[in-house]
């Protein structure tokens, strides 16, 4: 008795491992799951470095951000999709001043990206994307610093 009480948990337990594993070996083929973690990251047509020279060329500060000296880093959230689009932009961090609508307006006129895959198989991968606001000579209208005089 004192045995089969010991195989029990054990038994269970390498069924409820085998179970685990069964669900994380196969990938649905319509599996609308969208994954963090992938074995081939998506990538933007021409690399990263094609990447940064389209956001350089097609981020424009928005004047309003640089009349109030708004600067930051914006962060946007993404899904790449299967056919490689993009959909579910997100802003996951604001500044505000325009630049959160100028980052969606930019992501959403991306060309396709080269989807992620998982085991081989074209899946949804969740992107991440910081896009940094800086002005130029501290920018914006400044504030006097007016001291007050005794007399």
């Not at 992107?127 to 209208?141: A, E, H, S, Y």
Request: charged share 25%.
């Amino acid at each position: 008795m004192k045995n089969l009480i010991w195989i029990l948990p054990v038994f269970t337990f390498l069924i409820s491992v085998k179970f685990v594993c069964a669900q994380t070996d196969t990938i649905p083929q319509d599996s609308g799951k969208v994954f963090t973690i992938v074995d081939e990251l998506p990538s933007y047509p021409g690399g990263e470095e094609a990447l940064f020279e389209y956001l350089a060329e097609n981020v424009r500060y928005p004047q309003y951000a640089k009349n109030k000296g708004i600067q930051g880093t914006v962060f946007a959230g993404f899904v790449i999709e299967k056919d490689g689009s993009i959909t579910n932009i997100k802003i996951l961090k604001s500044i505000g001043g325009g630049c959160d609508e100028e980052v969606i307006r930019v992501i959403e006129n991306m060309p396709k990206w080269t989807p992620g895959k998982q085991r081989g198989k074209t899946v949804r991968v969740q992107f991440n994307l910081p896009i940094k606001f800086v002005l130029q000579n501290g920018g914006g209208k400044k504030k006097k610093n007016r001291k007050k005089r005794n007399k």
